[in-house]
């Protein structure tokens, strides 16, 4: 067995095993219900060679930065960047960027653990036969019995609580017999999943009108709108801005080549998601259309619904949400390192007992946005429940700040040389690109979409019926005249669903991002399931 380079936190034992883990953090439940529809609303493959330059352009120089931070001063986020403060003479108060990516790493895996929670879930229900010959009305029924019945609260609990065991088992057990051996074997049993469930689509779906939408170029669908829609997918799917690139740097081993594996992994995530995309478009929408139906909607209410069709369909509908547990597990452990690592150096207490007392922490965290779908669903602060005000503080402020000050502080506070130095050998031409686009590109690019992301979220409070402060201004300042949506416009010819997404009879809320401008119509009277997740809550980092 190789013998690991040893940090007093950790190490992994093989090279390879940092593209797996980065793979594993990267690949999330956005490939499944936002990325098919990004591409087929933007222009198919245009879209796809759009989002690449995105990827490689700007938020590649990111993920190598903090990967490389990490790999150069074998720590996390906070202590490495407290050395490099320390060699550049800096002032303290850049301290607190580290700290700020931890508290975004906490955050956002109190939530994503909901969410895996309901894909275990639904693991059961497949495989006991609970969606067999389900509708639509049906099926956003057992989501809303699951998630928003106030009388029910305690079952959602509870495989809250079993995910959380699961996240929290593999990270005591240490990281090379923990986190690397779960995660070399569970990425890529993932991936063979997800190919054999590509096969069966092929054989039972509708591959050719998947790939028309997917893959086929369009250019009459390619526009601005475009080009944002996979700016902000490229930098909020990838785990930038809390600290995961940089532990994970820190625990590559000797010969570990950083930039080609994170190139590598940025073209498989791609792949991952064009794959699944043609998967889920070819069996959830029949091969036609998504008709503005992505998100939440789509993969907790329409794809059961029409896996209930195939043969076999308890076991092939418990095979894709065991598939979909894996990668918020192998999410979910990937944003947890950071956290425990950084306990860990603060405090020196044995791993097992830091994941426990962080595994505990996040439970404890999660309740806040499971109970905002349900017991807490009426108490709002300025017309947002507590879920989706972690969501626009982590989108919209901690992440794109994190990864600003970041891109500042190697751009512009250490030497040439000491940046040179971090980043380690690479080519005369990718070196130049990448020490200018820390420093002029990336802070200008993630300001932008900080800005617009979280303006974008609060017109939306408005138009839900927040009285926030924000409501009294002009909408022109917070939304650009002519301008629909943060992320998209709408699908042509898509209609508003009236009602809310666990409504009885109604089908699943038409699915929308968070910057969305356009607001649900108000149901006459509550109905079951009424404050069930909105796809328009679900921001892209939280998964």
């Known amino acids: 067995m190789p013998t690991p380079y040893q940090t007093h936190i950790g190490s992994f034992t093989r090279k390879s095993t940092f593209f797996w883990a980065a793979l594993g953090a990267t690949v999330g439940l956005a490939n499944l219900w936002q990325f098919p529809y990004l591409a087929s609303l933007h222009g198919g493959g245009l879209f796809i060679l759009i989002y690449l330059a995105c990827l490689l352009l700007v938020t590649l120089p990111?993920?190598?930065?903090?990967?490389a931070l990490g790999r150069h001063s074998r720590h996390g986020l906070v202590l490495a960047l407290d050395g490099f403060v320390r060699s550049a003479k800096a002032s303290n108060a850049w301290l607190i960027v580290g700290r700020l990516g931890i508290l975004a790493a906490f955050l956002v895996l109190s939530f994503t653990a909901v969410f895996g929670s309901i894909a275990l879930a639904y693991v059961f229900y497949g495989a006991v036969g609970k969606f067999s010959g389900i509708d639509q009305a049906g099926a956003t029924q057992i989501l809303a019995g699951l998630v928003s019945d106030p009388r029910e609260y305690r079952v959602f609990?509870?495989?809250?609580?079993?995910?959380l065991v699961l996240v929290i088992w593999v990270s005591i057990q240490g990281v090379a017999s923990g986190l690397e051996r779960a995660l070399r074997v569970v990425v890529p049993g993932a991936l063979l999943l997800m190919v054999a469930l590509f096969a069966l689509a092929v054989w039972h779906g509708r591959i050719d009108g998947a790939i028309e939408h997917i893959l086929a170029t369009h250019p009459e669908d390619v526009s601005f709108a475009s080009v944002k829609a996979a700016l902000f997918h490229a930098f909020f799917t990838l785990g930038l801005g809390m600290g995961v690139w940089a532990i994970f740097g820190a625990y590559t081993a000797p010969g570990t080549r950083l930039k080609r594996s994170i190139l590598a992994v940025v073209l498989m995530d791609t792949l991952v998601a064009i794959v699944a995309g043609l998967m889920i478009f070819s069996v959830a929408t029949g091969g036609?259309?998504?008709?503005?139906?992505r998100g939440f909607g789509l993969l907790?209410?329409?794809l059961p619904v029409t896996l209930a069709e195939f043969p076999?369909?308890?076991f092939v509908i418990a095979v894709v949400f065991l598939l979909t547990v894996m990668i918020v597990w192998t999410t979910s452990l990937a944003l947890m390192e950071p956290v425990v690592g950084w306990f860990r150096e603060w405090t020196g207490a044995p791993r097992g007992w830091s994941a426990l007392i962080i595994g505990l922490a996040v439970w404890f965290a999660g309740l806040a946005s499971l109970l905002s779908f349900n017991v807490w669903?009426?108490?709002r602060m300025a017309g947002a429940t507590v879920f989706r005000w972690l969501e626009l503080i982590t989108g919209g402020l901690l992440i794109p700040a994190v990864a600003i000050l970041v891109s500042v502080f190697t751009g512009w506070r250490i030497t040439r040389g000491l940046s040179s130095q971090i980043l380690g050998q690479a080519p005369k031409l990718f070196a130049g690109i990448w020490f200018w686009v820390m420093r002029l590109v990336l802070p200008v690019v993630v300001a932008y979409i900080g800005i617009q992301y979280t303006a974008f979220s609060l017109t939306n409070l408005c138009e839900s019926g927040s009285d926030g402060i924000w409501c009294s201004q002009p909408a022109t300042v917070l939304l650009e005249p002519g301008e629909e949506s943060l992320l998209e416009e709408p699908a042509p010819g898509a209609e508003r669903k009236p009602g809310a997404a666990g409504a009885a009879g109604e089908q699943a809320e038409e699915a929308l991002p968070a910057g969305d401008s356009g607001a649900e119509e108000p149901a006459d009277e509550a109905e079951p399931g009424e404050n069930a997740p909105k796809d328009g809550e679900?921001?892209?980092?939280?998964v």
Not at 62 to 67: F, K
Not at 288 to 293: I, K, L, M, P, Y
């Open 312 to 314: 076999i369909s308890q």
């Open 377 to 379: 669903a009426s108490d």
């Open 288 to 293: 036609t259309s998504f008709d503005g139906e």
């Open 538 to 542: 679900i921001l892209y980092h939280s």
């Open 62 to 67: 990111l993920m190598v930065t903090e990967a």
């Open 157 to 163: 609990m509870s495989w809250h609580a079993l995910f």
């Open 300 to 302: 907790f209410v329409s």
